[in-house]
């Protein structure tokens, strides 16, 4: 069965470094979303992205967000000047529309910043 | 705004015993509601979904969950209970359909033999 992959699995970084995490969702899907998990925390959203825009985001993801898919099978997510609270589970999730397919969802990248 | 309580942090229930996990919801119209399950270090598995028609929805693996707009409650119920259920269960609202989803904060299950 395809999956949604995202890479790395555990990523840590500085204060204030820029990260890239990245995921391949599902090759057919056309939906594309981020979440996040703080540890002990809900899963909250991020994004979603549509026809190479955002459709929707929520008060979290600010100017220090970023998303793209740069080449059609990649949807990254860019954090510019990360800081501590930025340390969670980010999960990427893909579908094939709105409404009524399912979200796949990655294994997730753990992001620690020090 | 939307938001999802569910009451229990942790459940722990024999194998083979009967399961029922807890959620409520708030929401303004009639919500889009899923649970979804993770086991360690996996991602988000959808169990089931509800969106309109039967209150009563099957998923996978044996599930199933009642949808009661007079309780605002969306419990997510299971007869029998194997020990590969242990997993993280979260019950999820959406506006429309998938978009911008809510969770709760999840239900840990714990089976002992």
């Known amino acids: 069965e395809p999956e949604v992959t995202q890479t790395p699995s555990h990523q840590v970084t500085q204060m204030g470094q820029e990260v890239i995490l990245r995921c391949v969702p599902i090759?057919?899907?056309?939906?594309f979303y981020w979440y996040r998990q703080i540890l002990g925390q809900k899963v909250e959203f991020l994004v979603s992205?549509?026809?190479?825009?955002?459709?929707?985001k929520s008060e979290i993801f600010d100017d220090q967000f970023s998303v793209e898919r740069p080449d059609g099978s990649n949807f990254t997510l860019k954090i510019r000047s990360t800081k501590l609270e930025d340390s969670a589970m980010y999960f990427c999730a893909s579908s094939t529309d709105r409404v009524n397919s399912p979200l796949h969802f990655g294994n997730g990248t753990r992001l620690t910043v020090t | 705004a939307q938001s999802v309580t569910q009451p229990d942090i942790h459940i722990t229930v024999s194998e083979g015993a009967s399961l029922e996990l807890r959620c409520n919801y708030s929401y303004g119209a009639t919500p889009y509601l899923f649970w979804y399950v993770q086991s360690p270090g996996q991602g988000l598995q959808l169990l089931l979904k509800y969106f309109s028609g039967d209150t009563l929805v099957q998923g996978i693996k044996g599930f199933e969950a009642e949808f009661k707009r007079s309780q605002s409650s969306f419990n997510l119920r299971k007869p029998s209970v194997h020990w590969s259920d242990a997993a993280e269960y979260f019950c999820?609202?959406?506006?429309?359909?998938?978009?911008?989803?809510?969770f709760g904060t999840g239900t840990r299950l714990t089976i002992i033999p």
């Open positions: 090759s057919n899907h056309l939906y």
């Open positions: 999820a609202v959406g506006n429309f359909g998938n978009e911008k989803l809510t």
């Open positions: 992205f549509y026809n190479n825009e955002i459709s929707e």
